[in-house]
């Protein structure tokens, strides 16, 4: 019965306290409140720290992005370099070789020749012979004809028949190799005659032409091609060799030395052609 009356009269408190005649509210404290700013003013400073990192690794994003791009596009044009110096070697290289074979060809068909120099006619080819004293060609501007031994030698300035350094004619080169060419024919008609290169002691710059023997066993070829091509002199006459810087006729210690030396030199050998 008791517990009965106090339940009553707690159900009548908070009616009463319901109706108005009392209320009841919460009110933080001041301490609480204040620590509930500093935390939003923390988390406000930290959102803001986190907004600024953010952007400065965003520019710094853009930024590795730009150098990448930059980066793949100089390996692109370093990579297209390699391979077109690649291509160009790989194309140097078969000259070389090309070069090589037709020198070789040459030379051996040259040891078959003075091979065979038994099976051919002597014939002593003198100083004052009259042949070397009708050849057109000792007339010719910078051309030089000397005798060594019972060979003759017809020198011609190589800076008259070449660009510097190659193997290509110059303008006009054509008219003076065939006025020597000709002038051979007539008066050695059946000598074996042999096609000499020769350069000064200049070290070659070039891939094509690695060194002076390379550069001048290819002018002789150019001089041989020329004759052959031109029908002026019968390629079974003639053989070429390159000595490069080997046999120099004077000093290379001027430059007027030097551009004797840089000559093609056509020899007549004492030897004629076997015939057929």
Known sequence: MMNRGLFKLSCIALL???????????????????????????LAQQNQEYQSRAQSLDTDNQELETLLAQSRQKVQLLTDEINTTRDQLRTTTDQVLALRDDNSQLQNKT??????????EQGEIRANNSMTKNLAAANLPGVQVRQDGDQLRIEVPADQIFTPGSPYLKEGAQQLLTSVGTDLRQNFPEHIIGIEGHTDDTPTHSQQFPSNHHLSSAQALAVYNQLVEGSVLPAAQLFVIGHGGNHAVVSNATDAGKARNRRIEFVVYPERIVAR
């Open 111 to 120: 040891s078959a020749l003075l091979a065979s120099s038994g099976q051919r």
């Open 16 to 42: 009463v306290l319901a109706s108005g005649c009392g209320r009841l509210a919460y009110k933080p404290n001041q301490q609480a409140k204040v620590a509930a700013d500093q935390q939003m003013q923390q």
